[in-house]
């Protein structure tokens, strides 16, 4: 199953993640380290290796990266099962060097770790499952079968039990412990990816909607003029085509069909032009184009503005920043969907600093989700309520990551807590006992700046 946020699909991350060419370079890098081990090893120290095997072992590895240089470009991306089956051949390659080698009194048995670690970095759980099964199972199998590393005297190399099986124990741990830190390590990028993505996303979906409105209003104000003077003509044609009755038709028809465009263009137009003073508001009217869409959706939603000191009175004009009302928007949503009955939005105010508050009704965080709250695909809430009173919510953890994200882009920091002891007894409650959300800003991040002789003028759309 894949993820989906507000219309988008992500595909599934482990798919046509590794290229092709990486895996050929790690293999031709084995390869040579594997010939330079196998001469060093005859050559400088004089141990009898089976060298006709041990060369044909690495021929194959040379020969299998020499098929995929030919048969397909180096750029493609392999798919989850090639890849495994990539990662086998490898694995199978390594265990039967280890055989021809002396099994685990080779040093180089810990290299067995590899294809483990790559498999729990890119492919999927059953994938690294079964190659890590397959690791330790050719491990513990070169504990007991195995050509032994003999010196030129013809004398074995031997090493003490308690030794070999501690190496046998030391890989098989590293297995284990790599394959599980690399796969956490992964998930967790993975799945960070995959949230900034879908944050990008709907930034950029609420960026392209507000230049839209901004389009369409100004296409309605400029085409207002012409449409009016055809209502103009056209009703002077009427009076004056009294003797022609089927002209004065035409003339009406003319004067019903501006009226209808004048009317789709007004409504067309309600969110308002680009204008260059729409791009501030007062910290209030931001807050309620944010919270506007989940205003009737069956709980109360309080406002209240104030300064937070006397003399802090004047209320900010802040920037209408896509990011800001995509943010509280979220954070808005998260507190209507979680609440019982009713949602305080509160704003305040310093001559330093903005704060925005969000409070509900609800049961509130968990508190062992606190610490995580706002990372993505981290469920906040103890009990979803019914999916009809959610419409569109996926439940993957991303609203409160989007928020957050969104948020701090724009120079806020977030603070999540509860209101009350999510343990009290329901009667022991205060009406604010669910979850709060704190988004304060430095004035200076979010203020809009005083311009000397006003904002300047609009900029003329030509057709």
């Not at 709907?202 to 309605?220: C, H, I, M, S, Y």
């Not at 979220?330 to 019982?340: I, K, P, S, T, Y």
Request: aromatic share 6%; with cysteine; glycine share 8%.
């Amino acid at each position: 199953m894949t993820p989906a946020f507000a219309g988008f699909q992500i595909t599934d991350v482990g798919a046509h993640m590794v290229r092709q060419r990486t895996l050929i370079l790690l293999r031709w890098m084995a390869i040579t380290g594997q010939v330079a081990a196998i001469l060093v090893a005859s050559q400088v120290y004089g141990l009898q290796l089976p060298l006709g095997l041990c060369m044909l072992a690495v021929g194959l590895s040379v020969l299998a990266n020499l098929v995929l240089i030919m048969l397909f470009p180096q750029n493609r991306r392999l798919t989850e099962g090639e890849a495994f089956l990539t990662l086998l051949f490898d694995l199978g390659q390594l265990a039967f060097l280890l055989f021809l080698t002396g099994g685990l009194t080779n040093p180089f048995a810990i290299l067995v770790l590899a294809p483990v670690t790559i498999s729990a970095s890119v492919l999927r759980l059953r994938y690294t499952v079964v190659l890590g099964t397959l690791a330790i199972l050719a491990v513990s199998t070169a504990t007991v079968w195995y050509l032994p590393l003999r010196f030129v005297d013809g004398s074995a190399l031997v090493i003490p039990g308690i030794f070999a099986f501690g190496f046998w124990l030391s890989i098989v741990i590293g297995i284990l412990f790599l394959g599980l830190y690399s796969r956490r390590v992964a998930t967790e990028m993975r799945s960070m990816s995959e949230a900034l993505l879908a944050t990008q996303m709907a930034l950029a979906r609420e960026q392209k909607l507000t230049d839209l409105a901004g389009v369409v209003a100004a296409a309605a104000h400029e085409l207002g003029t012409p449409l009016a003077t055809i209502k103009l003509v056209s009703a002077e044609l009427i009076s004056e085509l009294d003797a022609h009755p089927d002209l004065q038709d035409d003339a009406r028809l003319i004067r019903e069909q501006a009226d209808r465009c004048r009317d789709i263009l007004r409504d067309m137009g309600r969110a308002g032009k680009d204008d260059l003073h729409l791009r501030q508001a007062p910290l209030s009217a931001v807050v309620r184009e944010a919270a506007e869409p989940h205003l009737a959706r069956g709980k109360r939603v309080e406002f209240s503005f104030a300064a937070i000191q006397d003399g802090d009175a004047e209320q900010p004009v802040i920037l209408r920043r896509p990011e800001v009302i995509h943010g509280l928007r979220n954070l808005v949503q998260n507190a209507v969907d979680f609440a019982r009955s009713a949602v305080w939005v509160e704003g305040e105010w310093t001559a330093r600093r903005i704060v925005v508050r969000i409070t509900d009704d609800g049961d509130g965080f968990p508190a062992g989700l606190i610490g995580r709250i706002g990372d993505p695909f981290v469920r906040a809430r103890r009990n979803d309520p019914e999916p009809e009173k959610r419409p569109g919510y996926e439940g993957m953890g991303l609203g409160l990551f989007i928020a957050k994200t969104l948020l701090e882009r724009s120079g806020a920091e977030l603070s999540f807590a509860n209101a009350t002891d999510p343990f009290l007894a329901a009667s022991d409650r205060p009406e604010r006992s669910g979850a709060v959300v704190e988004a304060v800003w430095d004035a200076a991040e979010i203020v809009a700046p005083l311009t000397p002789g006003g904002l300047g003028e609009n900029i003329r759309i030509e057709g």
